[in-house]
């Protein structure tokens, strides 16, 4: 099954996209122009790049020189995410510097007025992520995303209403995910499986049993962000009825 597209919608893209930095936190942040420009150790790409935060919104030379200058500083490469809210013009910016592109992602979305709110009882829902979720996220991952530290400092600063997810199988971890909450939309991320039991359909139940719970907390649409050449992942999706909402690319300067 392929996801299918949504019409163009800057308001509902501009939702994502300012809940994204509430729901996956950076140990630090800063706020420059139309820009949020945040730092995490090097650990994932939304919480280490800077993204546009309002349709339109432009970098200028001397600001680009300053939030590289940032980025720099903090031992990493200067990192851009162009969504469909940056200006045109500052994306030639951008690509006339030499960035490149690093990967390439879909922001999809789903209601859930048809959801029932039922959580299977195989899926563990904690408010708060335990070191044994930390854990086995991270040695599901590869490269930096490995790391339990990078991870905990940025989960653990989550403020709002969260599911940390594990999937049960005769008492074993084999699948896990987190949900965040805010006014009426959850994020989905951080979903993974244990590769011994993929194909098994777990990665569906995880999902579904986070849109579940978004639904229990009188969520009325679910969003993601999943890499594009993610099939397994995109196809899983389809079957949930998500749709893309858009598409950005993050370009890093080597």
Known sequence: MAITDLPEDPARVLECERRIVNAWPAPSTLLVGDWVVRFANGYSGRANSASPLKPGAELDDATLDLIEEFY???????????????????????????????????????????????????????????????AGVAAHQTGPKRNEANLAAIVEKVRLP??????????????????????????????????????????RRTVAGL????????????????????????????????????SYETRILD
């Open 211 to 246: 849109m579940a719970w978004a639904r229990l907390v009188e969520c009325e649409s679910a969003y993601l962000q999943v890499d594009q050449t993610n099939t397994v992942a995109l196809g899983l999706y389809a079957s949930l009825d998500f749709r893309r909402l858009y």
């Open 72 to 134: 720099r500083a903090d031992g990493l490469p200067p990192c851009i995410r162009l969504t469909p809210l940056t200006a045109p013009a500052t994306r030639e910016r951008i690509l006339a510097r030499g960035y490149r592109l690093k990967d390439a992602s879909h922001g999809l979305i789903a209601g859930l007025d048809g959801v029932d709110p039922a959580i299977e009882p195989d899926l563990q829902i904690e408010a708060r992520p335990s070191q044994d979720w930390i």
């Open 162 to 203: 969260a599911a940390f997810a594990t999937l049960l199988l005769a008492g074993e971890p084999v699948a896990y995910g987190m949900g965040v909450a805010e006014r009426g939309m959850a994020e989905i991320g951080s979903v993974v499986v244990d590769p011994g039991r993929r194909g098994q359909g777990l990665g």
